[in-house]
């Protein structure tokens, strides 16, 4: 199983990235994916999250209006576009699998059972 993220980059503040993320997962479209972000110094937080039949999507209260996460079952990728960004956007993004189909705990990093190694945007001032 891989995750494999990619699309990061630098970007002026009021930028825009979209980010893809690969996945090598058997029944891809069983799987809510999500995207967490690990700031320096900071812990790995939740963004944004698209459940396992496409139906809902959760985001961060600081990326609400901002970011829009989607899904294409049929290349096996989710993506997340982020429009405005702003400096305090900088951070590793990663993308992960949670299997369940509940959305209870969907914040939290331990129901993903699989994870991508990350890919790193920076927003300047």
Known sequence: ???????????Q???SLRLSCAASLRAFSNYAMGWFRQAPG???????????DDRTTF??????GRFTISRDKAK?????Q????K??????????????HTNY??????????????????VSS
Do not use: H
């Open 1 to 11: 199983v891989q995750l494999q993220a990619s699309g990061g980059g630098l970007v």
């Open 42 to 52: 900071k812990e790995r937080e939740f963004v944004a999250r698209i459940d396992w």
């Open 59 to 64: 985001y961060a209260d600081s990326v609400t």
């Open 82 to 85: 982020m429009n405005s960004l």
């Open 105 to 122: 705990f969907y914040t939290a990093q331990r129901v993903y059972d699989y994870w991508g190694q990350g890919t790193l945007v920076t």
């Open 13 to 15: 503040a009021g930028g």
């Open 76 to 80: 096996n990728t989710v993506y997340m």
């Open 87 to 100: 400096p305090e956007d900088t951070a590793v993004y990663y993308c992960a699998a949670d299997p369940r």
